[in-house]
Structure formats: C-alpha cells, structure tokens
C-alpha cells in the first residue's frame, strides 16, 4: 500500500495515513499531533489514528477499554504499514506502547524501528502523579470508596458533558488546563485548542479509560525492550511526575532521556518547535540503523 495524506478505517478505528505511528493520550484524538505533524511531514511519513471511542474512532463494540485492547488494535493499524516505523506515545498513548512491547515482542524486531515514550508512566499513574505519595496513601480508603463514582459518571455522561461544556464557557477549564498541561509560556490558542480537544470525548468513555489505568504496571516490561528508546518529558509535568521518566530510561537497555524545560504535560504543544527537533534527530538515526 502506498501510503499519502489521506484518511482510511479499520472497521471501528480511524486512521489518517500521513505516515510514523503517533498514539495520543487519553482525552484528546489524534489532532493533538497538529504540530508534529505539521514540522515532520517534510521529512516523514506520519500515521496517526484516534484510540476506539476517541476522535471519529467508533466506540468498541464490546466496551473493552483496556489497554491490553488498544495494543492490539496499534498492532492491526500496523499491520498496514509495510516498512520500518516509529512508534510515538505521549501520555496514556506511551502506556499503551509499553502494552503492546509485552504482547507483541516479534514486531520490536520486524517492524519497529525505535520507540518515543513522552510524558508517559510505566505503572498506575496514581503512584507517579502529583502528590502521589498523599494519592497512593488514600487510594484503598478514599479513591477505592470513589471507582462507584466512575461508573455513576458512565451512566450520567450526557449530563457530565453539558457542564464540561458549561466549565469551559465560565473559564474554569482554561484555567486547570493551564496549571495541569501548560507552564504559562503556551498561546491562548494553545491553551483553548488543549481545551476544546478534551471536552470532545464523552465523560462516560473517559471514566472508563480511567478504570482500566488503574490496573497498568509494565515495570517488568522495561527490560525486555530491545529497541532504540526515547524518553521525553517536560521539566514540571504535573500529571506524570519526570522521576518515572527517569526510571524508564534508566531501565530500558537503548534507552535515552530528554527533559523540555519549561515544559509541562503538553510541551509537545507549548515547546513544539523543541519537540519535533528531538523526534526529528532520534528518529532519522533509528530509521537509518533499520535499512
């Protein structure tokens, strides 16, 4: 297959062949990589897709959200793509890259060039959040009590998505996106773009990707990969703290670690120009080792 800027479906998944596999995060769709996409398609040939019940990805028919689920659905949009590639992650998306380093060892050596892991976590991202110490130590007595509250936020969506929508019209979802993502250097487009990409996804669909983070941890996974590794994060990432960086890098064998400062969870939007050279460089020598 011959592979240019147009879109294409894998029955329940929406894939735009622009060509190198990007996987966002949990929340936004694929147009978070609008920069990324913009500054590497000169040199590359960018794939990225919308995870199941994100973005125009239908929902899965069998509400499986898990990350086990979506691995395997990276792998059939690779099984698309007939030359070496890139896989990129950033947030849940490296969770996800990790998952898929487990279940499908063989592609590391057939089909992957190289990984980029950015802003991501290799266990429950609970234990590498913010004031994760005080969140780990309420998990069992107060966050356990709470799981009901997620699936009470699955049956109430539509109710939950009019006051998401009423948040942002008063100005308070600007402003804990800003504290959450951003480090104050980002555009006021930057910041409503980040915003209106969020409040796309339905907070029943959104609960449900939260219950299945919980049961992440691929700590034994990190050995095992025996590709070329990126680990990138921003400087003051609030929601993945840079120590679980650290701890990947330091764990995977080819790994290397690449800190944006300032830059937060979204400094692949704030520090863009700073992004795309570092996948830029990284990826141009993974590729040139693979042919």
């Keep these: 297959m011959c592979f240019s800027s147009h879109s294409h479906s894998l029955s329940d998944k929406w894939v735009l062949f622009y060509g190198f596999g990007m996987t966002h995060g949990w929340g936004p769709d694929s147009t978070v990589w609008y920069y990324a996409k913009k500054q590497l398609s000169d040199r590359f040939r960018v794939v990225v897709w919308d995870l199941p019940g994100l973005g125009k990805s239908k929902k899965p028919r069998n509400k499986d ?6 691995a395997r659905d990276l792998e059939a949009v690779l099984a698309e793509v007939e030359e070496p590639v890139m896989l990129l992650g950033h947030s849940m998306g490296a969770m996800i ?6 279940l499908f060892p063989e592609q590391l050596e057939q089909k992957v060039a190289g990984l ?3 802003d991501g976590t290799y266990t429950n991202p609970v234990k590498t959040a913010i004031l994760n110490k005080l969140l780990q130590a309420l998990q069992k007595p107060l966050l356990q009590p709470l799981l009901p509250l997620l699936y009470l936020a699955i049956a109430l969506s539509p109710l939950l998505w009019l006051m998401s929508w009423l948040s942002y ?9 800003e504290l959450s993502g951003f480090t104050g250097r980002e555009t006021r487009g930057q910041l409503n773009f980040s915003c209106l990409i ?10 449900r990707g939260v219950l299945a983070m919980f049961k992440f941890d691929e700590t034994a996974t990190l050995k095992e990969i025996s590709v070329p590794t990126l680990v990138v994060v921003g400087k003051s ?3 993945t703290r840079p120590f679980a960086s650290q701890h990947i890098s330091t764990e995977i064998p080819q790994a290397e670690l690449s800190v944006l400062s300032p830059g937060g969870h979204m400094a692949l939007m704030e520090r863009n120009q700073q992004f795309s050279e570092i996948i830029r460089a990284f990826s141009t020598s993974c590729l040139e080792l693979k042919r």
């Design 65 to 70: 959200y898990s990350l086990e689920k979506y």
């Design 97 to 102: 890259l990790l998952t898929f380093c487990r």
């Design 116 to 118: 980029i892991l950015v």
């Design 169 to 177: 019209l008063n100005g308070s979802t600007l402003l804990t996106t």
């Design 198 to 207: 969020g409040l796309k996804a339905s907070p029943g669909i959104l609960a």
């Design 237 to 239: 990432d609030l929601a």
